[in-house]
């Protein structure tokens, strides 16, 4: 799999490399038009984030909005049109919808993430195990939130105070603890596909928050 930034293409088509060249650099990709230029893809992100990424490529070492993700791989999330769907900034002004091309050979598709889930337990004892404890942190943690909770609702002045750090500390220690074991599972699924011959991941009708549904291709 490759990415290529869609704006600068133009500059490389007319340099070194021919239009000639570059349609057959997709030859056998599973992403193009019918004449076999690619089709274009969308990444949404800040427009800080853009100039970091035109200049230094995509770095999956950031994380970002997938740190809670424990299903979907590692990897470039993109869409299939510029429409805002409310990952980045909420500030229109700040947002960027970067089109980019890429040449995916393999692609494992999936029509939501019901179906993903069930294919990746079938095959990764790991991420079973990753998914037995991300429930038993949440069950845990779920429970000592509802206590204090409770006691939150019949306290005041210092005692109120008290709760309210402890309610802080649990949450911050609580978000810790799920990020790290999503890191892990999101390890697991990602050299799975890599394993089963994947270069990427099409899920056609991904679910996000807000009830938001976004024909996603990770690569």
């Known amino acids: 799999m490759r990415v290529q930034k869609y704006s600068a293409m133009h500059k490389i088509v007319r340099g ?49 909005a997938r740190g809670s993700d424990d299903l979907m791989p590692d990897g470039v999330f993109l869409k299939t049109d510029p429409v805002d769907i409310g990952v980045g900034t909420p500030e229109r002004d700040q947002q960027a919808q970067m089109p980019v091309y890429i040449r995916c ?74 990020r790290d074991l999503a890191t892990q599972s999101r390890a697991a699924v990602t050299a799975l596909l890599k394993k089963q011959g994947y270069d990427c991941l099409e899920v056609q009708n991904d679910v996000g928050n807000f009830g938001r549904k976004v024909h996603t291709v990770v690569v």
């Not at 949440?138 to 429970?143: L, P, Y």
């Not at 500390?169 to 799920?178: G, R």
């Open 105 to 178: 050979r393999t692609p494992l598709r999936q029509y939501d993430r019901v179906g993903l889930n069930f294919f990746i337990w079938q095959r990764s004892p790991e991420f079973l195990r990753l998914q037995t404890e991300i429930k038993a942190v949440d069950a845990s943690r779920g429970k000592e939130f509802d206590n204090l909770w409770a006691a939150l609702k019949t306290a005041s002045g210092e005692k109120y105070e008290a709760v309210m750090r402890k309610l802080d500390a649990l949450l911050e220690t609580w978000k810790v603890e799920i």
């Open 16 to 64: 070194s490399v021919t239009d000639s060249d570059f349609q057959n650099w997709f030859r056998g990709a599973a992403y193009v038009n019918a004449d076999g230029t690619p089709i274009t893809f969308y990444h949404q992100t800040t427009k800080e984030a853009e100039k970091k990424i035109f200049k230094h490529g995509f770095d999956l070492s950031f994380v970002g």
